[in-house]
């Protein structure tokens, strides 16, 4: 199982980032989808859930309203619109799989919102 973030980058605050998690190793269409993120001062941050087969996506209020989650079932991509960044926004941010095999996570991508 391999998961690989990127798209993080530094953005000034109401900026806009994409970020892309390229699956591989399990079956990625059957599988439920999360992007979390990490802080040295918050920790861990559950961010947004997606379902499969076009079920619900579900969203922390943090980011409600402002990130969009959405996946290619075709490219084994999970994506993360992130729209009028803040400050607060800044931090690793990773994709996480709960599969048959185990849980599984990346190595994340760094995003900073900074003027």
């Known amino acids: 199982v391999q998961l690989v973030e990127s798209g993080g980058g530094l953005v000034q605050p109401g900026g806009s980032l994409r970020l892309s998690c390229a699956a591989s190793?399990?079956?990625?269409?059957?599988?439920?989808m999360y992007w979390v993120r990490q802080t040295p001062g918050k920790g861990l941050e559950w961010l947004s859930t997606?379902?499969?087969?076009?079920?619900?996506?579900l969203y922390s209020d943090s980011v409600k309203g402002r990130f969009t989650t959405s996946r290619d079932d075709a490219k084994n991509t999970l994506y993360l619109q992130m729209n009028n960044l803040e400050p607060d926004d800044t931090a690793n941010y990773f994709c996480?799989?709960?599969?048959?095999?185990?849980?599984?996570r990346g190595q994340g991508t760094q995003v900073t919102v900074s003027s």
């Open positions: 996480a799989a709960l599969t048959d095999l185990g849980p599984y």
């Open positions: 190793g399990f079956p990625f269409s059957a599988e439920y």
């Open positions: 997606i379902t499969t087969a076009g079920g619900p996506t």
